[in-house]
């Protein structure tokens, strides 16, 4: 829908946005769930450390990640816990949009080198139990205009989950030129629109959050490995922004960089039992070293071919 202060203007579907025979889903519930499955196949799962420091070998090439310290008093005055260093033959970085480790691989390994800047956005999303009579299961509404100016990117979407559940949220690019606009505010001037107000009456918030979005697209895209390393997910720009998602890009991001860096260490492991190479290695170290290039040229495919290397 197109907005304007009073009216509603129905547009037809762009086909990127036409969702007919998706399902909408709980991303904190699938990922619960996905992270069981892993765990159940061997995987360890450190929930609550944030990675703080990029570890590298000698040559340069990455070693693994170090957690940060634990425990120390505001001023450095109180001893506590080292953090703990975790090596791998390949380290993928996930961190999301903006990682903070990302960014010192961009710089390390100039990986953003010739290609055009990021562009960012901010996010705001809520989750709302409404009235039985507003909820409609399965309906996915997106609008553009008010409260937006016509100079200002924004817009917001509507998703009406099981269980009366609404999530509704607002996405503004971080360019706008108003320094008074508060995107916050304007995702509650949203909700006062005539066209979507009647959805929140005698509703009740559950919960909020906000987060940013990296919005630059495929020209934004980094090079996507390293020696010792690659970037997956919204850490190197995976979001496809005319549709809004991005958590199919990361997982296929993900699972492309993984069947590299199998195909790299079972290679690495053939050529140490004397069996010919199916991918030459930059490095006798089982991998360490290597570039991962292969994930570069998959997603290229997986992209139909304008992805980066
Ligand atoms: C408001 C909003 C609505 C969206 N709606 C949709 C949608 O409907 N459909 C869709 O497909 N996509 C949607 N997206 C985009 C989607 O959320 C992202 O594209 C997707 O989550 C990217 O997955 P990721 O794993 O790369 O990054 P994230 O999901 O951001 O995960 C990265 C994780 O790494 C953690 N982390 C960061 N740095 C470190 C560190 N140094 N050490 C340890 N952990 C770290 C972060 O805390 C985070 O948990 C939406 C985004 C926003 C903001």
Same mark, same amino acid.
């Given at each position: 829908?197109?907005? !304007? ?7 037809? !579907?762009?086909? *990127? ?10 991303? +904190? ?13 061997? $995987? ?12 590298? /070998?000698?040559?340069? %090439? ?18 506590? #816990? ?32 010739? $290609? ?17 009579? /507003? /909820? ?23 998703? /009406?989950?099981?269980?009366?559940? $609404? $999530? ?32 929140? #009456? ?11 979005? %990296? #919005?630059?697209?495929? *020209? ?7 020696? +010792? ?5 919204? !850490? ?47 490095? %006798?170290?089982?991998?360490? !070293? ?14 139909? +071919?304008?992805?980066?290397?």
């Amino acid at each position: 829908m197109y907005l !304007t202060e009073t009216e509603s203007i129905q547009l037809p !579907t762009p086909p *990127q946005m036409n969702n007919h025979g998706n399902y909408i889903i709980s991303l +904190g519930n699938f990922c619960r769930w996905l992270g069981q499955q892993a765990e159940e196949l061997g $995987v360890e799962i450190y929930p609550g450390f944030a990675a703080a420091e990029v570890l590298y /070998h000698e040559d340069g %090439s990455v070693k693994g990640v170090a957690t940060g310290n634990v425990g120390t008093g505001k001023n450095g005055d109180q001893e506590g #816990e080292p953090g703990i260093e975790l090596w791998a033959k390949q380290t993928i970085f996930a961190e999301g949009c903006r990682g903070s480790l990302t960014k010192t691989l961009f710089e390390r390994f100039n990986l953003r080198d010739g $290609v055009d800047p990021q562009t960012y956005g901010i996010g705001i999303k809520e989750l709302w139990e409404v009235q039985p009579g /507003h /909820h409609q299961p399965g309906k996915i509404t997106h609008t553009v205009g008010w409260p937006m100016n016509q100079t200002t990117y924004g817009g917001s979407f509507l998703y /009406h989950p099981e269980d009366n559940l $609404v $999530v509704v949220g607002f996405v503004v690019g971080l360019d706008y030129k108003n320094p008074y606009l508060s995107p916050y505010e304007e995702f509650q001037r949203f909700k006062t629109h005539p066209a979507i107000k009647g959805v929140f #009456e005698g509703a009740r918030r559950i919960s909020y959050g906000a987060r940013a979005l %990296s #919005e630059g697209g495929i *020209q934004s895209l980094p090079k996507l490995t390293f020696p +010792g390393g690659a970037l997956v997910g919204d !850490t190197a720009g995976f979001l496809n922004v005319p549709k809004i998602k991005g958590t199919h890009t990361a997982m296929k991001s993900g699972m492309l960089a993984a069947e590299a860096v199998f195909e790299l260490l079972s290679a690495n492991a053939e050529s140490r039992a004397g069996k010919p190479r199916a991918i030459r290695a930059r490095s %006798s170290k089982a991998g360490c !070293t290597a570039n991962c290039g292969r994930y570069g040229t998959s997603v290229r495919r997986s992209a139909g +071919g304008c992805g980066k290397p």
